[in-house]
């Protein structure tokens, strides 16, 4: 009779045999698990209505009689220095966070076009945050539609914002999070900036979120709305399980029960067999 260690410590309940994907208590949406060749980018064209990266959906409207989209994409391009429309897809810093290849691109011309939702039993804690090269250079230098930032003068008072709600499951409101893309309102110009790297944001506030949903203001504004161009670049969204239950792990009380309760299932399989043998013998 072979006792196997495992099973006893399975059979009197005190090892619970527990997949992966239970145990992990942190997820990160790197968008590493989304293919793509190089220098590239995915819009929705293939009328997917959104996608989806270490279990979170980022939603996408492709209207196919314009090739235009709304909401996110993915991308991998590095072009840091081609102004204009045709390179809407890159991030300023010529790639994704820490290294990586492909990050998030969000074109939210209206509150709340662009938008994530959160998987089941997660909630939001961090994420990183930069520049498209489209609104850099045009923030920079002004283009056909909108106005360099700072004016003629240097001194208007110019700023582009990013706004993040979190939206719990009723699709209320839980907690606003802001984070300026530029900001040319100080007194003194030398302070004016625009954001050229990553840089985390904190989101634990929105904690209650199901959905976070993504706004762009700028002080440059037209008759159509905004003037500036309504991208901005994420990577690295990090998300903890928000459920109580934790995953069961013995006490060293229980791990010592456990030793013991094997070794006395030993030692009464030895004692079985001595007593068998002996009898054979009479």
Known sequence: MKINFLSCL???GLVT???PSVLAQQVVVDFKDLNLPEESFYNGSDGANGFKSRGAFFNNSYNPTFGSWSGWSYSNTT??????FLNQYSAYTG???DGSSNYGVAFTFNPGSAYI???TDFSVKSAQITNTTYAVLSILN???FAKKFGGTSGNDPDFFLLTITGLDAANAPVGIVDFYLADYRFVDNSQDYIVNTWQPVDLSGLKQATRLSFALT???VGSFGLNTPAYFALGNLTLERSNATKVQEPSSALSLLAFGAFGASLMLHRKQKLISTVASFK
């Open 10 to 12: 399975l059979s009197i």
């Open 17 to 19: 045999v527990t997949s």
């Open 79 to 84: 072009d840091k220095t081609t102004p204009g």
């Open 95 to 97: 790639g994704g966070f």
């Open 117 to 119: 939702d959160l998987p």
């Open 142 to 144: 002004g283009d056909q």
């Open 218 to 220: 700028s002080s440059d």
